[in-house]
């Protein structure tokens, strides 16, 4: 299979969970399947993909050889390649999606309405940390006054 067809799916993946958590009633069974499946594949195809570039059996031409996270010309060699930038972009699929999904678990559980959350939860979709902040701002004060700061 070729990076860009991994990068498409993974993308296709994240873009219509995403939907489901902002658009859809939140079973429990909808939260679940996105966390453990979704966040859980994400995550095993970072590992595989991560294995697979370390030892070198998916870049079998080395376009990533000098590579490394100890220096910005490191990680731009890294991301420099369709592998190492669809490892990256998994990355931040993963972990961008298992954060919107504490965000509404959070907002739910606080009393947010649904029509703030969606603003907040798109944010961490387009910019995962924005999106991260503005909730952890407006969080704050609610967790603060129920006397709780889970």
Same mark, same amino acid.
């Given at each position: 299979?070729?990076?860009?067809? $991994?990068?498409?799916?993974?993308?296709?993946?994240?873009?219509?969970?995403?939907?489901?958590?902002?658009?859809?009633?939140?079973?429990?069974?909808?939260?679940?399947?996105?966390?453990?499946?979704?966040?859980?594949?994400?995550?095993?195809?970072?590992?595989?993909?991560?294995?697979?570039?370390?030892?070198?059996?998916?870049?079998?031409?080395?376009?990533?050889?000098?590579?490394?996270?100890?220096? $910005?010309?490191?990680?731009?060699?890294?991301?420099?390649?369709?592998?190492?930038?669809?490892?990256?972009?998994?990355?931040?699929?993963?972990?961008?999606?298992?954060?919107?999904?504490? $965000?509404?678990?959070?907002?739910?559980?606080?009393?947010?309405?649904?029509?703030?959350?969606?603003? $907040?939860?798109?944010?961490?979709?387009?910019?995962?940390?924005?999106?991260?902040?503005?909730?952890?701002?407006?969080?704050?004060?609610?967790?603060?006054?129920?006397?709780?700061?889970?």
């Amino acid at each position: 299979m070729s990076w860009d067809a $991994i990068f498409g799916a993974a993308n296709m993946l994240a873009m219509i969970s995403w939907a489901a958590l902002i658009l859809l009633p939140r079973w429990p069974a909808l939260l679940s399947a996105l966390l453990y499946l979704v966040v859980g594949l994400l995550s095993l195809l970072y590992a595989g993909i991560l294995v697979g570039l370390v030892t070198g059996l998916a870049d079998p031409g080395g376009s990533m050889a000098g590579g490394n996270f100890s220096s $910005i010309e490191g990680v731009q060699t890294l991301f420099s390649a369709k592998g190492g930038l669809t490892m990256g972009w998994v990355h931040y699929l993963a972990f961008d999606l298992f954060v919107g999904i504490w $965000i509404a678990r959070d907002a739910d559980a606080k009393g947010f309405s649904r029509f703030i959350q969606a603003p $907040i939860l798109v944010a961490t979709f387009m910019a995962g940390p924005l999106g991260l902040f503005l909730w952890m701002l407006l969080r704050e004060p609610r967790a603060r006054a129920s006397g709780r700061w889970n």
